[in-house]
Each structure stands twice: as C-alpha cells, then as structure tokens.
C-alpha cells in the first residue's frame, strides 16, 4: 500500500505560524534558512514535490543543522519513492535533535514503506516513548503490528490514535482510526 505522508506531516509540522493567507517569498527577496524551507515545506503542500526538493536543499546549505529542514526534505524523498535519501536525512535530523519524537516516526513510516516491519516498530516506539501524545505514530504502528500478525497489539494502538485524534480535535483521522479499528475488531478473535 502506497502510502502518502509528505502532506499530512507537513500540515502538521506547519501548524507552528503559517497561516491559511501565507504566501511563497518571492525569490528576488534575500531569505534565511528559515523562510527558504518554509517556501520549500509550502511547495510540498502544493504538490511541487520538485520545487520543494530544491528549497529545503537550498536551505541546507544556507544552514546545515537545521533539523527541521532534513526532517522534512526527508519526507519529501519518500514521496519522491527516495527512501534511501529520506532515511539519511532522518538520521540527520536525529542527530541534531534527537530527542525529537517525529524525526523516528518519519523513519518508521519509509521502514514501514519498504515493508521492513521490525525497523518500522522500532522507530515509531522510540517516537512514542519521546512523545505519547503523538496520534500518528500509534495510526501507523499499529499497521506495523497487523503485517507482524499481532492484531490485538494493532488494536490497542488504533484505538489509543483515535482517542488522540479525537482529544486533538482532528475528528477527520479520528474517522479514519475508527473505521480500522472496527476492522481489526472484525478479524480478530476476542
């Protein structure tokens, strides 16, 4: 299953000042690290994957530690079915953050894209454990825990992410949660 992450990762990651009325820097304008991986981070929302690739290099250059802008060009490698890219540039962002949980949940989702199920668990566990209020990360592992035949695991991870969605108020994946949830509970034995 072909999964896209790139996009709700961004808007999650972007939840931290951008408004609905941003607009991209024009790029005559002379910009820092920052304001060219926010351009870069907003050409992924708008399905300029190439264009982003670029910006959040570009930002890279202008600032080598700056975590974030791995973090994301490392979701848009893997949209760009660049996993190898993506990992490196988790281990990157790790490296300069590594206590930030969602720099594991990105090498989980490629771990759990290139069907590596075990590496999959374990980053998206590390992620959990630095920060348990993170919905996705629980979304997505218990995926990891179907393809590892453990459905009652699967289960109590669903139904911890869409209480989280629902408590966060994204009542769109809480949905979502709910509907693999009945599922699970559909083809597991009680």
């Not at 930002?59 to 848009?76: E, T």
Request: hydrophobic share 35%; charged share 20%; glycine share 8%.
């Amino acid at each position: 299953m072909k999964l896209k992450y790139s996009l709700i990762l961004l808007i999650l990651f972007l939840g931290f000042g951008c408004s609905e009325n941003s607009q991209l820097i024009k790029p005559s304008q002379k910009m820092s690290a920052v304001e060219v991986m926010n351009q870069g981070a907003l050409k992924g929302l708008h399905g300029d994957l190439n264009g982003s690739l670029k910006d959040l290099s570009s930002a890279i250059s202008l600032d080598p530690n700056l975590a974030d802008a791995y973090y994301n060009r490392g979701f848009i490698y893997l949209d760009l079915g660049k996993p190898y890219q993506g990992l490196a540039d988790f281990d990157k962002a790790i490296k300069l953050k590594p206590e930030w949980s969602k720099s594991y949940h990105g090498k989980g989702l490629i771990y759990l894209e290139m069907g590596q199920p075990q590496d999959a668990l374990e980053n998206l566990t590390t992620s959990i454990s630095l920060l348990p209020s993170y919905a996705p990360s629980y979304y997505y592992r218990s995926f990891v825990y179907t393809q590892l035949g453990d459905n009652k695991k699967a289960l109590t991870d669903i139904k911890k992410a869409a209480d989280l969605f629902s408590e966060q108020g994204d009542l769109s994946l809480a949905a979502k949660a709910r509907n693999f949830e009945t599922q699970l509970c559909n083809c597991s034995p009680q």
